[in-house]
């Protein structure tokens, strides 16, 4: 693909705003009405996604935002893309929406083939997948996984569970409910249910009142930006992170049985993680026979430049379970050691077992990414976004700091210098057309669709302008 | 509706059973291929859902089951219903599919109505709601609105977080991530991840080697049947399990914040509570400020002969929170008390807060068991089953034990002799042209669709009599 309008002719050219304040009028009495029924304090505004299109978001006040943050990192291709449509409109659609099987007992006809689609994209070294429904989920059904490995590496894989086993867990206590830990980072995110909650670590908000599961949390690297001027400050950094890691797993007071990982944190600030720091810790799980989970929830399917992020690092051996959501609109994990399929039935299982809807849609994206080497072309708009934001680096050093990303797509985020300033620039760049998120306290964070294009960078980087100038 | 015709002319007249062995040897072919990337061994057979229609499903060898199994409990209205095809290729539903919004953050001008669909059929003294993405999400939510609700009683609406609830918050300990409990009862299903698998207690294999939280376990009542003969024994019942549970609440380790119950109990093996001690758990709960949550996960949205089950036992005041998904096909919890929406937002909050395209499709269905006034279809061939069961049960006792489920609709199930005569029983059954399901270790639970009708009892009842005879 050479240029948006072969995807998206109707596109606006540029940002509308008709408004003189976010939510306008119509957008803030639409969101009152729905808070009677639906907690609506969150909503920026009120969608109108017949009107939206491509990397444009349009408001029901008629307001049109180019998109760089495409509901929250999880449209991958832009609204209303004529390839979802079509796939959209699909018999196979009709019947999955219709006639939602309980897909573990009564498969369809049509799962295979979906599953197979949605395996075409996987990371290297992975071979199977298990599907959930958000990436929490996603991510619980991984430690579920690897906790059933764990204990089958400790009993023997076809050691059938002791009678005090099956009566203990009854009781949720050991050793049929053993005290088991996975290790997680500080500044993670992994969900807000209460296991993935216990692994998230990024705010108290998403937390504060519930109770938790004591597992430890290491120190995830903090490195110096420009990485190129800072080589040895960070590699320190890597090997003081990594010493703590294995004291952790040596040390907790339960046994380490997965560790779990982003290969850049997301709601916590896009920190990102070196090859060797990803690679190192491969070594060290193996080491300690802990299981291996890259967490690609929000940096995979494509964003970064490729397919999934983790796959920068080539870690060796693979690691043993990535989970995806988002982009996807589909969630699960894949894996590829067959042990991580438990030794009875039943033992990963649910009603559903995931969402055939959702699957057929992750395989059409996935399908489109490849089809239109989108990778590259994030890859390329990516570099190009990178230097001009550069270039305001230069010009408000404060404003832009610890710029980060680059040769990672359009995955790119920098810190201001305070939680207000940051919420005043994302406040403003609406009104000048362009929606944007933060993540962390005061870092902006760039998440625009695959699609996203140079004319399309210039026109933000010409709203971040005018924006940072008028702060 | 006076008969099925109306809904599905082309529906079978008859099962067709044309394999000798089940699953037949095409089935068996692709379970095998499915299985190379999907763990399939707990398929029965694979399912064409193109050519399975109202009450009866066909699978890849051309076998035609009569359903009364329904997905797990989870198809409302039966194959193919027209209503809901209708539903699925609407441009709303195009749209939740394609443009699937960041419902928080960016909520459709869809939304609105979406959910004020849903809300039509709420239970009584139930206003809003929240969604999420399976029943085990549902009841995690609804956890996560109590432990708030829970905390915001202890320190106050508006209070904010000390600086020590926040900082402890985020190493997972208390007072942030304070140890609170939810109090469930034994054979209860309530989900497989990790806090609604620790108030799931109806066997081993869901929770083996998964560490869990520290929560207690009440007896639910045992009834002796029929019911009419054993009043005086059953209401004795009822307190000893009061008593226990007041008991537990009164002197668990931990503070229990909320209680959790099924009406009925479904994959724990139907078990019934009485009225009277769903009004005694209400007397209960509110004098320890316990949050009251109702699981209407299986026995919700009509099954039962009312939209909600829990409504036959007329709760006052109303229960805090119920929870529902399966033949909603969406999953969530309503509410009414305006505090169960959190002092700030984000604290109930996470990337897609829902799933539209799901949503669109229960508020079809809720919409379609009004028109067609399904649940008193339900109960009226309810009453016809029972009968003939009964009959049933006169000639076989011992392969009819504990028939219970009258009068509520056709909810209805029984008990063999042991896991093996069930098992046995359900395998006949499918080569008898009928698909239905078990439930705790020696039950067989019905689970038809609403629009089952009484030619398909007599159809079931044929092939039972028959199956039965040549146990």
Redesign the interface.
């Known amino acids: 693909m050479t240029s948006a309008e072969s995807y998206y002719p109707d596109e606006p050219v540029k940002p509308v705003v008709k408004t003189s304040t976010i939510p306008g009028p119509e957008s803030a009495k639409?969101?009152a009405?729905?808070d009677?029924?639906?907690?609506?304090?969150?909503?920026?505004?009120?969608?109108?996604?017949?009107k939206?299109i491509g990397n444009y978001?349009v408001d029901?006040d008629g307001n049109a935002y180019l998109d760089l943050y495409a509901?929250?990192a999880?449209?991958a291709l832009g609204?209303?893309?004529p390839a979802?449509?079509k796939a959209?409109?699909t018999?196979e659609?009709?019947?999955a929406?219709?006639?939602?099987?309980?897909s573990?007992?009564?498969?369809?006809?049509?799962?295979?083939k979906t599953?197979?689609q949605i395996?075409k994209f996987a990371p290297k070294g992975q071979?199977?997948?298990?599907?959930g429904?958000?990436?929490?989920?996603a991510n619980?059904l991984a430690?579920?996984a690897a906790?059933?490995y764990?204990?089958a590496n400790q009993r023997g894989y076809d050691t059938d569970?002791s009678t005090e086993?099956?009566q203990s867990?009854?009781?949720?206590?050991a050793p049929?409910?053993?005290?088991?830990?996975v290790l997680s980072f500080?500044r993670a995110f992994h969900?807000?249910?209460?296991?993935s909650g216990?692994t998230t670590?990024s705010k108290?908000?998403?937390?504060?009142?519930?109770?938790?599961?004591?597992?430890p949390?290491a120190d995830y690297p903090s490195y110096k930006y420009p990485l190129d001027q800072y080589e040895q400050e960070n590699s320190l950094e890597d090997d003081r992170c990594l010493a703590l890691v294995e004291h952790l797993i040596k040390t907790w007071k339960?046994p380490v049985a997965a560790l779990i990982i982003e290969p850049i944190q997301s709601e916590g600030g896009d920190n990102h993680a070196s090859n060797y720091f990803l690679q190192k810790l491969r070594d060290i799980t193996l080491k300690h026979k802990v299981v291996y989970i890259v967490d690609e929830v929000q940096t995979g399917v494509g964003a970064t430049g490729k397919f999934w992020c983790h796959e920068y690092a080539d870690i060796q051996p693979p690691v043993d379970l990535v989970t995806f959501?988002?982009k996807f609109?589909s969630a699960g994990y894949f894996f590829h050691d067959p042990k991580f399929?438990?030794n009875?039935?039943?033992?990963?299982?649910?009603?559903?077992c995931g969402?055939p809807?959702r699957m057929i849609?992750a395989g059409a994206i996935g399908q489109e990414i490849v089809d239109k080497d989108l990778t590259a072309q994030v890859l390329r708009v990516g570099d190009y976004l990178f230097q001009k934001l550069e270039a305001l680096q230069s010009k408000y050093p404060t404003r832009f700091q610890n710029l980060r990303g680059r040769g990672r797509g359009t995955f790119i985020a920098w810190d201001l210098p305070s939680p207000e300033e940051r919420d005043l620039l994302l406040k403003k760049l609406k009104l000048n057309g362009c929606n944007v998120g933060g993540c962390s306290t005061n870092a902006v964070r760039l998440r625009p669709t695959l699609t996203f294009e140079e004319k399309h960078a210039d026109i933000f980087i010409e709203a971040l302008s005018k924006t940072v100038a008028d702060l």
């Open positions: 639409q969101i009405q729905l009677q029924v639906f907690d609506a304090r969150p909503a920026y505004f009120i969608a109108d996604y017949e939206s978001i029901v509901q929250i999880s449209i609204y209303n893309n979802l449509i959209a409109q018999p659609m009709i019947r929406l219709v006639d939602r099987p309980a573990g007992n009564f498969p369809s006809a049509d799962l295979q599953i197979k395996l071979d199977h997948v298990w599907s429904l958000s990436g929490a989920d619980e430690f579920k906790f059933m764990y204990r569970f086993e099956n867990v009854m009781e949720n206590t049929g409910a053993p005290p088991l830990a500080k969900g807000r249910l209460f296991a216990s670590v108290p908000i998403h937390k504060l009142d519930f109770p938790a599961f004591d597992w949390h339960t959501s988002k609109q399929v438990p009875k039935p039943y033992r990963q299982f649910n009603t559903w969402e809807a849609i």
